[in-house]
């Protein structure tokens, strides 16, 4: 047991010892082709070199865009790999060569690109990881439709299958994720410019991938990719001590059902305001069990389950006798950050006023930073 220990406790060492070797991650992510995550990963390289940053070029496709091309310009390049296959000379990112030049960074276009058989990777997000092994930071580029977990969602929204994938766990593995955003007129304005493809393709894009109701879907889920991100990144990160939670409120209802009704109504309204989740607390006392409540209450308390529910709150029902200790203890692990209770002649008011125990959730309440909201 104690071998088993020792080896435990230098296995946890070695992870942190090749986590601090490891090179720091860095992916421009787009909603489609043409939003500029190239050009802007050009734009970083230049920057980087003024600095005096040794940053070079491992693999870029610039598809030919003219404004794009022109900032290769004085950016240092390793040289692909060649490979012959089916008798066709191609081109790879030479990996090896990358890691033995060992630049600080290294900038690694289309990484969900799947490598030419024979390679030592089959798909270019393992070469990066490689690579990023080796102690070498990297810059890289990916459309949001390429992401494993979305595979069926992005062919549903624009009917083609998308056979080139990487798994979410590279994103989540990411330093930082910059979104690339653009608005749907100005990408459909870049396309039929020239910029994006050539004029024998435009018309061709502008009836199947790039239509207006599609654009808007994938900009919403690349929107949404870099807004998660950065909320794992945060729960990671940032010490709880200093963090700064959202907002989530807490409804808390008793069978009465008229005020139930407006704490339900009031509390949805203040999540609203605030964009944030909300959560709607009965917890019932063994003299409201299913045999000694009476029948027209019942029935009120599950219609106003209901309109929580219809009103996008979460309803937690909980049988115990200590209402107070129930609600402090669901407000913690909820993280609740405000609390919603009625006016003094409800039946919870009264529950905690006659148990003496309100300055125990006060004091409760105090301790957690949590606010207290009594809705008339």
């Not at 060492?13 to 860095?26: A, C, I, Q």
């Not at 630049?103 to 058989?117: K, Y």
């Not at 004029?199 to 879907?217: G, M, S």
């Not at 006060?362 to 809705?375: C, G």
Request: charged share 30%; proline share 2%; glycine share 6%.
């Amino acid at each position: 047991m104690e071998e088993d220990d020792k080896t435990g406790s230098v296995k946890k060492f070695l992870d942190l010892v090749k986590k601090s070797r490891r090179g720091k991650f860095k992916v421009y992510i787009g909603m489609s082709a043409g939003v500029g995550k190239t050009y802007r990963m050009l734009q970083e390289a230049h920057a980087l070199l003024k600095n005096g940053i040794d940053i070079q070029i491992g693999y870029i496709e610039t598809h030919n865009r003219v404004e794009t091309h022109a900032l290769l310009e004085g950016i240092p390049m390793i040289g692909r790999r060649k490979i012959f296959y089916k008798g066709k000379e191609l081109e790879e990112m030479d990996v090896q060569a990358i890691i033995n030049r060992h630049p600080e960074v290294v900038i690694v276009d289309e990484l969900a690109h799947t490598n030419v058989e024979g390679s030592k990777n089959g798909k270019r997000w393992q070469d990066v990881a490689d690579i990023l092994d080796a102690g070498i930071s990297v810059i890289s580029a990916v459309n949001i439709q390429h992401l494993e977990s979305m595979n069926q969602e992005i062919e549903t929204i624009t009917g083609i299958p998308i056979t080139e994938r990487i798994p979410d766990k590279i994103l989540e593995s990411a330093d930082e994720i910059v979104n690339i955003d653009l608005t749907a007129d100005e990408l459909i304005d870049r396309l039929k410019a020239g910029k994006i493809y050539d004029q024998t393709k435009i018309k061709l894009a502008l009836d199947n991938f790039f239509q207006p109701e599609r654009i808007l879907q994938l900009r919403e889920l690349a929107l949404k990719e870099v807004a998660h991100h950065l909320e794992r990144k945060i729960s990671v990160e940032v010490p709880k001590q200093i963090k700064l939670r959202p907002e989530k409120f807490l409804a808390c209802i008793s069978t009465n059902h008229h005020t139930a009704k407006i704490i339900i109504r009031k509390t949805a309204r203040l999540a609203s305001y605030y964009r944030s989740p909300w959560i709607v607390l009965y917890v019932q006392r063994s003299s409201e069990g299913g045999d000694r409540i009476k029948l027209d209450l019942q029935r009120h308390l599950i219609n106003n389950f209901k309109l929580a529910t219809e009103l996008g709150g979460e309803v937690i029902r909980i049988k115990d006798d200590d209402v107070t200790q129930t609600i402090a203890r669901i407000a913690a692990e909820k993280e609740v950050t405000t609390i919603c209770i009625g006016k003094p002649h409800l039946n919870l008011f009264q529950v905690i006023m006659r148990t003496a125990i309100l300055s125990k959730l006060l004091k409760n309440i105090a301790e957690t930073e949590t606010d207290l909201v009594i809705l008339s």
